[in-house]
């Protein structure tokens, strides 16, 4: 019985979700978390808020709600507005079983412009190999991660600088001598 009453509350909360979407009730100039009674959201002092996230290709549920705007496929423009966002791309390397290399990106605004700094390493893998057996492999592989969109307000294409960074990380791999794959 608890688990039905459980799955049914899941049922209600999703079909508002729907509903509010669908009416145009977002709050898309708000950091994600953010809302009426929202305590403190964990966005970075001077990092511009998160107003949506950008699904990969053939996961998005609806109409594009954003299009490119101008020289980099980064920068985006709300689709029938003049807000301009910045495209994050979480993962510097991903890998089979998820991200295995983060990136970053910094921000800073001065005199109506836009510098935004991404950070992309360049990886040098070095393999450990353990004697003995041992689990490799993830199993079934996660889909793909949302890229962050980053609100820059309603400013042009070319008052934003990006500069592309990519400094030298190195990431050693363990493996052994009888790997068995992950279920």
């Not at 966002?85 to 390397?93: G, K, L, S, V």
């Not at 089979?96 to 970053?104: F, I, L, P």
Request: aromatic share 4%.
């Amino acid at each position: 019985m608890m688990a039905r009453m459980t799955l049914n509350g899941r049922a209600a909360m999703l079909v508002t979700l729907v509903m509010l979407v669908a009416a145009g009730g977002c709050r898309h100039a708000e950091p994600l978390g953010a809302g009426a009674g929202a305590g403190p959201t964990s966005q970075p002092e001077g990092q511009p808020p998160i107003v949506d996230q950008l699904m990969p290709e053939g996961w998005e549920p609806g109409p594009p709600r954003w299009q490119p705007a101008g020289r980099d496929e980064r920068l985006m423009i709300r689709v029938g507005g003049t807000e301009l966002a910045f495209a994050e791309r979480p993962c510097a390397y991903p890998g089979n079983c998820g991200c295995m290399v983060a990136s970053e990106h910094h921000y800073t605004q001065k005199d109506g412009r836009w510098t935004v700094v991404v950070i992309m390493p360049e990886v040098e893998f070095r393999t450990v190999v353990r004697k003995g057996s041992c689990g490799e492999g993830c199993g079934q592989q996660p889909p793909p991660d949302p890229r962050r969109l980053r609100s820059l307000g309603a400013v042009s294409p070319d008052a934003v600088e990006i500069i592309e960074q990519h400094p030298r990380k190195v990431v050693t791999l363990t493996t052994c001598t009888d790997p068995m794959p992950m279920p």
